[in-house]
């Protein structure tokens, strides 16, 4: 006799406690040999996950991050430290403006990859800036457990696609190129 398959949504509920979400961002131009890349730690997001077990129908995925919670994580000079996280809140992502960045997923697939673990791809709607980029393709690798589940991968993202210029920082000796890493390794609890 087979086991029966349950064919209810479970509902996974984010916890920012127990996860990373960065944003790599690169220097570049005449002084950037003696620049920092800088890595930004996204602090304050929420999201939920919804998928059947065994069979993923009915998946989604929603993330909602506070924009002004973005901060310098790797070891920089303070002063450096201050003017990134000042020019990013206030020139780069205006945050009193736009205080939420918002990823709805409108379709992911997965493949089964061994006991527990999927590989994942995650196709959905970026709003960053006031802008909403459509079809934004996520790839990752999913683990779930009885408690919950783990998603870790990489995407990248132009800032020029969402309307937002490169800047230079520390005193103009160092830009910032158009295209950012992201980065993210997300513990979703289960809601029971």
């Known amino acids: 006799m087979?086991?029966?398959?349950?064919?209810q949504v479970e509902d996974y509920l984010i916890d920012p406690a127990a996860s990373t979400f960065t944003v790599q961002a690169f220097a570049e131009g005449l002084f950037s040999v003696f620049g920092h890349d800088p890595v930004i730690g996204i602090k304050d997001f929420s999201g939920e996950a919804q998928f059947v077990p065994v069979t993923f129908e009915?998946?989604?995925?929603?993330l909602t991050i506070r924009a002004d919670s973005l901060v310098v994580v790797n070891d920089i000079?303070?002063?450096?430290?201050?003017e990134i996280e000042r020019?990013?809140?206030?020139?780069?992502l205006e945050?009193?403006?736009?205080?939420?960045?918002?990823?709805?997923?409108?379709?992911?697939?997965l493949s089964r990859a061994g006991?527990?673990?999927?590989?994942?791809?995650?196709?959905?709607?970026?709003?960053?800036?006031?802008?909403?980029?459509?079809?934004?393709?996520?790839?990752?690798?999913?683990?779930?457990?009885?408690e919950g589940m783990r998603a870790k991968g990489e995407f990248s993202i132009k800032q020029t696609d969402y309307k937002i210029k490169p800047?230079?920082?520390?005193?103009?000796t160092l830009k910032i190129?158009?295209?950012?890493?992201?980065?993210f390794d997300i513990l979703a609890r289960s809601v029971r």
């Open 87 to 92: 020019t990013m809140r206030d020139e780069v």
């Open 95 to 109: 945050t009193r403006k736009y205080p939420e960045i918002v990823f709805k997923s409108n379709n992911i697939s």
């Open 77 to 82: 000079k303070e002063k450096d430290k201050q």
């Open 177 to 183: 190129k158009n295209e950012l890493k992201c980065s």
């Open 2 to 7: 087979t086991p029966e398959v349950s064919t």
């Open 167 to 172: 800047v230079s920082v520390a005193g103009g």
């Open 58 to 62: 009915s998946a989604l995925l929603n």
């Open 115 to 146: 006991e527990g673990r999927y590989r994942a791809r995650v196709i959905g709607d970026l709003n960053l800036h006031g802008v909403t980029q459509k079809n934004v393709w996520i790839n990752g690798e999913v683990t779930v457990t009885g």
